[in-house]
């Protein structure tokens, strides 16, 4: 069992920027993959960055490529996402997600699919106004 704690979430104008951290506890190993997600209201949940608890290799998606980063912690077992300039569209419940990979974790052509992962956050809710 993996869990998953997202917190960092906020209300901010459009070009501000947050960092959202995910508390990773339970069993975990290196071959541990770690993602974060995103949904808006009516939206489908939307991959946004991943990588692997045990490599520096990290996936980002093109829709937030150059905007958001995804960085680990190790000794305080952390991912975060950290955003900036964000947008209006960007508003949206943000999860954690996890799963076991193997060794390919940032390098699997579906790490953005919600149906890989099995352990998730509760989630954390940004806003960015206009």
């Known amino acids: 069992q993996v869990q998953l704690v997202e917190s960092g979430g906020n209300s901010v104008q459009a070009g501000g920027s947050l960092r959202l951290s995910c508390v990773v506890s339970g069993t975990t190993t290196s071959n541990t993959c770690v993602a974060w997600f995103r949904q808006a209201p009516g939206k489908e949940r939307e991959g946004l960055a991943v990588r692997r608890i045990g490599s520096g290799i990290t996936a980002v998606a093109d829709s937030v490529k150059g905007r958001f980063s995804i960085s680990k912690d190790n000794a305080k077992n952390t991912l975060y996402l950290q955003m900036t300039s964000l947008k209006p569209e960007d508003t949206a419940m943000y999860y954690c997600?996890?799963?076991?990979?193997?060794?390919?974790?940032?390098?699997?052509?579906?790490?953005?699919?919600?149906?890989?992962?099995?352990?998730w956050g509760q989630g954390t809710q940004v806003t960015v106004s206009s």
């Open positions: 997600a996890a799963r076991s990979s193997g060794a390919v974790c940032a390098g699997d052509s579906s790490w953005n699919s919600r149906s890989r992962y099995t352990y």
